[in-house]
């Protein structure tokens, strides 16, 4: 089973400031990873598929980067409705997992 | 728009079976395989596996086998999991979730979620 990383646990900004965020796998997922966003009470919601590809709907602030291990999700100019936890997915095989999670704060 | 629409919150006792529905709108029911996750209270998403919703054909993570059984109505386009065996360690908010469209194995959108409490 493939385990995912994230860093910061938890990161604390404030709007309009640029947010970078990332994940590790334990072994190479290639580009097979993707980005969810979830907020309180709510179902996750997919950002990213495929490291770098931006689902139907999501705002170009957000992008994706990475291959192999090592991932990054970055929000270039933070809105409020950003606040929330972000978790990365792998693809790659079965089972599929996800990192702990990275609480985006309000500083 | 594409809307998956979950049961409500079950309480169940510990060894009891919980069986969930997953009702789909606005898009051919068939056409997309639907997965089942849950998220334990602190914990991370954890998959549980996925069923075709075409041939009904299921594939369980294996930390499940035995107790999860995945089964569709397309006449009703909805799909259900009942988790057998039920353990404190189940309590969670179990959530259904089509496949993406344009890239198989990641998942959107996701059902409401459903609270399920294990308590004696």
């Known amino acids: 089973e493939i385990v995912l990383t994230q860093s910061p646990a938890t990161l604390s900004l404030s709007p309009g400031e640029r947010a970078t965020l990332s994940c590790r796998a334990s072994?190479?997922?290639?580009?097979?990873l993707a980005w969810y966003q979830q907020k309180p009470g709510q179902a996750p919601r997919l950002l990213i598929y495929d490291a770098s590809s931006r689902a139907t709907g999501i705002p170009a602030r957000f992008s994706g980067s990475g291959s192999g291990t090592d991932f990054t999700l970055t929000i270039s100019s933070l809105e409020p409705e950003d606040f929330a936890v972000y978790y990365c997915q792998h693809l790659s095989s079965w089972p599929f997992t996800f990192g702990q999670g990275t609480r985006l704060d309000i500083k | 728009q594409v809307q998956l629409v979950q049961s409500g919150a079950e309480v169940k006792k510990p060894g009891a079976s919980v069986k969930i529905s997953c009702e789909s709108f606005g898009y051919s029911f068939a056409d997309y395989a639907i997965h089942w996750l849950r998220q334990a209270p602190g914990q991370r998403l954890e998959w549980m596996g996925w069923?075709?919703?075409?041939?009904?054909?299921?594939k369980y993570s294996q930390k499940f086998q035995g107790r999860l059984t995945f089964t569709r109505d397309t006449s009703a386009a909805t799909a259900y999991m009942e988790l057998s065996s039920l353990r404190s360690e189940d309590a969670a908010v179990y959530y259904c979730?089509?496949?993406?469209?344009?890239?198989?194995?990641?998942?959107?959108?996701w059902g409401q979620g459903t609270l399920v409490t294990v308590s004696s």
């Open positions: 069923i075709n919703t075409g041939n009904g054909n299921p």
């Open positions: 979730a089509r496949d993406y469209p344009f890239r198989a194995n990641c998942f959107d959108p």
């Open positions: 072994q190479s997922v290639s580009s097979s």
